[in-house]
C-alpha cells in the first residue's frame, strides 16, 4: 500500500511559477513509476507528465512540453513538478499517482488506468 499527498499548489498570477510536490508513505517508492494527472474544472482527468522508478525516462502532454518538469527524489520519497510560464488554462486539480515501475516509460504510461494508487489532489489556478 502506498498513500500519496500533494502539495505546493495555490494561486499564481499568468506567467508564473510553482512547484507541486507529492510524498508517498512506505518504502517501495523507488519501485514505481510516478504520474501527474489535472482535472480542470467541468472536465475530465488528463495526462500531464509521468517519469519512471530511476528517474531516467520521462514523459509530457503536448500542452506542457517546455514549461513544466517532473522529477523526483528517491531517498525522499518524493516527486516533484515544477511549472513555470503558467496559463489561466492550467487551472485545475493536479494528482499525483503511482504505477509499476519500469526502465522506460511507453503509451500507457499516459493513462489513468496504469496507475494504481492516487493522492487526494491539490488546486492550481492561474489568473490572467
Known amino acids: 500500500q502506498v498513500q500519496l499527498v500533494e502539495s505546493g499548489g495555490g494561486l499564481v498570477q499568468a506567467g508564473g511559477s510553482l512547484r507541486l510536490s507529492c510524498t508517498a508513505s512506505g518504502r517501495t517508492f523507488s519501485s514505481y513509476n510516478m504520474g501527474w494527472f489535472r482535472q480542470a474544472p467541468g472536465k475530465g482527468r488528463t495526462f500531464v507528465a509521468a517519469?519512471?522508478?530511476?528517474?531516467?525516462?520521462?514523459k509530457y502532454a503536448d500542452s506542457v512540453k517546455g514549461r513544466i518538469t517532473i522529477s523526483r527524489d528517491n531517498a525522499k520519497n518524493t516527486v516533484y513538478l515544477q511549472m513555470n510560464s503558467l496559463k489561466p488554462e492550467d487551472t485545475a486539480v493536479y494528482y499525483c499517482a503511482a504505477g509499476s515501475g519500469s526502465s522506460y516509460l511507453y503509451i500507457r504510461d499516459i493513462r489513468e488506468d496504469t496507475y494504481v494508487y492516487w493522492g487526494q489532489g491539490t488546486q492550481v489556478t492561474v489568473s490572467s
Open positions: 517519469i519512471s522508478w530511476s528517474g531516467g525516462s520521462s
